[in-house]
């Protein structure tokens, strides 16, 4: 229990803290998360609050401004089926916004696109993330006050993808 409060405690601290460098890193060290040398830790990154120990990050790496690792998702009593870990190789480049879920490893010397969801294991020297943003539909009602969102959603119009 006090270690939890503890725990929870340098969380805080950690997330909005100075020094991702060296203070940040070294409360989420105390915290039980394992981290490698020469690791810069943005702010506003979560690092799973309940099970840091399931978190590994190599050295040399590059965790992005609210970044949110979790090493565990649970759903109802089952806690124990759904704890897992992340592991972040030496080298990695974690853009910003990014989001790491349970049980995936990012191979040594990758980087991860900012907005990326990884869901699944990175292979080592990858450049991995999202496709480029693209139009979706053209507008015809503005998403504001004035209108409700229904009436914006019957004012999308498709974009017809010219075939090559």
């Given amino acids: ?3 939890n409060i503890l725990n929870r405690f340098l969380h805080k601290i950690a997330y909005f803290g100075p ?8 409360l989420h060290r105390k915290r039980g998360v394992s981290i490698g040398k020469n690791v810069w ?5 979560y690092i799973d609050e309940i099970h840091p120990e399931g978190v590994i990050i190599g050295d040399n790496c590059t965790i992005g401004f609210g970044t949110s690792i979790f090493s565990h998702l649970y759903w109802g009593s089952r806690k124990e089926d759904n704890k897992g870990r992340v592991v ?5 480049f974690v853009g910003p916004h990014c989001v790491i ?11 991860i696109k900012a907005g990326t969801s990884v ?17 979706l ?8 006050p004035e209108y409700s969102y229904e009436e914006f ?10 075939k090559p």
């Fill in 1 to 3: 229990m006090v270690r």
């Fill in 19 to 26: 020094g991702g460098g060296n203070f940040r890193p070294w």
């Fill in 41 to 45: 830790i943005s702010q506003h990154v």
């Fill in 88 to 92: 972040i190789e030496e080298n990695v």
């Fill in 101 to 111: 879920l349970p049980n995936v490893r990012i191979g040594k010397g990758s980087v």
């Fill in 119 to 135: 869901t699944r294991n990175v292979p080592p020297y990858t450049f991995w993330g999202i496709p480029q943003a693209e139009v």
């Fill in 137 to 144: 539909g053209r507008e015809t009602v503005p998403l504001t």
């Fill in 153 to 162: 959603v019957k004012g999308l119009k498709p974009i017809r993808k010219k």
